[in-house]
């Protein structure tokens, strides 16, 4: 199994978007240099207010182009780094990956997923009515989160737009993504 990377993007200030770059900078056990949620322990706002001692398991976040297509269908606009990833992904089914999977971008940087973002009322601000379409519920009642996936850096390295991702899937019984 194997995707490509569409855009990269950081921000080294609080705010919902983020803007593309030529090229991000990975570093192991921190994220996107220069980034705002870089760091160790949680910088997430809501996070640190909680607990500023968690440790960070958002450094770098993902999102699948395919997203932007779907809600596209529905009438909405969305582009690379809008949402507020890191990393845009195309052809990797990110939202089906276990916990512990390892994505190995370019030539030296692996991510290890951790779980899936939890949409938050800011999509609505963005484009308002968004948010219902990237957090539903399934046949079953289950909730079912749209908005990518996050991950902590195992590797550090230079991400580019068109770097190929391969997956490397965990050893036994896979764990779904629950939100982090």
């Given at each position: 199994m194997s995707g490509r990377v569409t855009a990269v993007s950081s921000n080294g200030e609080y705010s919902f978007t983020k803007p593309n770059r030529d090229s991000v900078r990975l570093l192991a056990g921190l994220g996107v240099e220069g980034d705002v949620h870089a760091g160790v322990t949680v910088k997430h706002r809501s996070r640190v207010a909680q607990d500023p001692t968690q440790a960070n398991l958002r450094q770098v976040h993902l999102i699948h182009e395919?997203?932007?297509?779907e809600v596209?269908?529905?009438?909405?606009?969305?582009?690379?780094?809008?949402?507020?990833?890191?990393?845009?992904?195309?052809?990797?089914?990110l939202l089906g990956l276990p916990v512990g999977t390892l994505l190995r971008i370019g030539d030296s940087t692996v991510l290890e997923v951790t779980g899936l973002r939890n949409p938050c009322l800011q999509i609505d601000n963005?484009?308002?009515?968004?948010?219902?379409?990237?957090?539903?519920?399934?046949?079953?009642?289950?909730?079912?989160r749209k908005t990518g996936i996050m991950s902590i850096v195992r590797e550090s390295g230079v991400v580019r737009p068109g770097d190929t991702i391969e997956i490397e899937l965990p050893t036994g019984p896979h764990q779904p993504l629950d939100r982090v």
């Open positions: 395919e997203l932007f297509a596209g269908e529905v009438g909405f606009k969305v582009a690379p780094g809008e949402l507020g990833e890191n990393i845009t992904t195309r052809g990797i089914d963005f484009q308002d009515g968004l948010l219902k379409q990237v957090v539903g519920r399934d046949e079953a009642g289950n909730i079912v």
